[in-house]
């Protein structure tokens, strides 16, 4: 299995960027897909975003459509979460998970190596 950890959150005003990193050790990143989650203060858990092994990625948040895009680069063992104009409602921890299969896959139980995540907080 996969160990993943998660970095590059921070503090981040309005209409900001940041990008998070996923980096994996421990197997081949090139044969699981890669989610991205965020929990929210007071929410539960959602999946917003994976890429397939072969690079085609699904985004299930509505409102992340068009601003937040992800990519892998394998030879790196990294998955990247690219988030643009953030908003206050971004605000929450982002995890990486990673699983075996296909892409889409927003449902938790299908994941079985998480990272420890990142907090990202966007404020002015």
């Known amino acids: 299995q996969l160990q993943l950890v998660e970095s590059g959150g921070g503090l981040v005003q309005p209409g900001g960027s940041l990008r998070l990193s996923c980096v994996a050790s421990g197997d081949r990143l090139d044969s699981y897909v890669i989610g991205w989650f965020r929990q929210a203060p007071g929410k539960e858990r959602e999946g917003v975003i994976c890429i397939s092994t072969t690079g085609g990625s699904a985004n299930y948040v509505d409102s992340t459509k068009g601003r937040f895009t992800i990519s892998r680069d394998n030879a790196a063992n990294t998955v990247y979460l690219q988030m643009n104009s953030l908003k206050p409602e971004d605000t929450a921890v982002y995890y990486c998970?990673?699983?075996?299969?296909?892409?889409?896959?927003?449902?938790?139980?299908?994941?079985?190596?998480w990272g420890q995540g990142t907090q990202v907080t966007v404020s002015s």
């Open positions: 998970a990673s699983k075996t299969g296909s892409c889409p896959a927003p449902r938790e139980r299908y994941y079985h190596s």
